[in-house]
């Protein structure tokens, strides 16, 4: 079974630019999360998707968005890049999101920003 | 908001050593998990905790929950150069979202 799958792995923009990161979730899985880490702050939660609906959003400025299409696929968006925005962003999936579900992570995609 | 804390936030042990991890919460657990992440990779899920006073373990790695669900301990035993990595912990919060605790490093020495 197909784990996790984010693209690309790696990315560097400079200021000011937007960038689209991508999660493919583990077949059969229809919520996919979306954390950010740096050393700084730790794992920190953006946002979830279940069904192309979000669900939950964690305390990040609009510029960052996402969605989520009909095969659970889901895309996060962030515009107006800044320098703090570099970080590893991670992706997980879990069955329905609800309590008691282990999440399952994505190798992340690691941004730079210039 | 619930907040998890790790401590300690880093260890050194010698291979072979057994060492402990502990998990704390503001608040009541209702779901408590362990993961594994190697540096800039993502996170290995390990265990899930539910129950207060449950213990599970896979392979040399035993977790805790304690009675009262606010305490989840992460004991490894004979440890190996592959147990290296930052260990995190997890919880669902309060159906809002799920936060992670800070981390601890664990290097083991060969």
């Known amino acids: 079974k197909a784990g996790v799958t984010q693209t690309p792995r790696y990315l560097i923009k400079t200021r000011g630019q937007q960038v689209t990161l991508s999660c493919s979730p583990i077949s059969g899985h229809r919520s996919v999360s979306w954390y950010q880490q740096t050393p700084g702050q730790g794992l920190q939660f953006l946002f979830e998707?279940?069904?192309?609906?979000?669900?939950n959003k964690g305390n990040f400025p609009g510029r960052f968005s996402g969605r989520q299409f009909s095969n659970s696929r889901s895309e996060m968006n962030v515009s107006t890049l800044e320098l703090g925005d570099s970080a590893l962003y991670l992706c997980a999936s879990s069955k329905t999101g609800g309590n008691n579900q282990p999440q399952h992570f994505g190798d992340g995609t690691r941004l730079s920003i210039l | 908001s619930q907040e998890l804390e790790q401590s300690p936030q880093s260890l050194i042990v010698q291979e072979g050593k057994n060492l402990t991890i502990n998990c704390t919460s503001s608040?009541?657990?209702?779901?408590l998990y362990w993961y594994k992440q190697k540096y800039g990779e993502g996170l290995i899920f390990l265990m899930m905790?539910?129950?207060?006073?449950e213990e599970k373990s896979h392979e040399k790695i035993t977790a805790k929950l304690d009675e009262k669900k606010q305490q989840s301990s992460l004991h490894i035993t004979a440890s190996q150069p592959s147990h290296a990595g930052i260990y995190l912990c997890g919880a669902d919060d309060y159906g809002q979202n799920f936060v992670f605790g800070p981390g601890t490093r664990l290097s083991v020495l060969p």
């Open positions: 608040k009541t657990l209702y779901g």
């Open positions: 998707y279940f069904s192309e609906t979000q669900r």
């Open positions: 905790l539910q129950k207060g006073g």
